[in-house]
């Protein structure tokens, strides 16, 4: 599969809003869930935001739930999701990527399900206080 290209990072100041997308094609994306994940300065890559390929089931983490909106949009060859993320705080500072592939249906997510996924490059956002 085609590496996911990840777009739409940048510095917004605490409490703003900033919408990132990835795009991913490749002839197995129509049964493929697809994530965000971040890694910030010292820190280790985790869990975002995940979203089934049906574009239905979803699941958040904990620190950005009610925040950050994760969506899907389907055609015959790419896939485009999309990260709306309201109310920045600095800690939502990182490095977000783009995961395709992942093995997600429903309910929780768990790190598991990204052994067999593919990685964007990554997209700086910065939050500043």
């Known amino acids: 599969q085609v590496q996911p290209v990840e777009s739409g990072g940048g510095l917004v100041q605490a409490g703003g809003s900033l919408r990132l997308s990835c795009a991913a094609s490749g002839r197995t994306l129509s049964r493929s869930a697809m994530g965000w994940f971040r890694q910030a300065p010292g820190k280790e890559r985790e869990f975002v935001a995940v979203?089934?390929?049906?574009?239905?089931?979803?699941?958040?983490a904990e620190s950005v739930k009610d925040r950050f909106t994760i969506s899907i949009s389907r055609d015959r060859d790419q896939d485009t999701m999309t990260l709306q993320m309201n109310s920045l705080k600095p800690e939502d500072t990182a490095v977000y990527y783009c995961?395709?592939?992942?093995?997600?249906?429903?309910?929780?997510?768990?790190?598991?399900?990204?052994?067999?996924?593919?990685w964007g490059q990554g997209t700086q956002v910065t939050v500043s206080s």
């Open positions: 979203i089934g390929w049906n574009g239905v089931n979803n699941d958040y």
């Open positions: 995961a395709s592939g992942i093995a997600y249906w429903r309910g929780r997510f768990s790190s598991h399900m990204v052994n067999s996924a593919n």
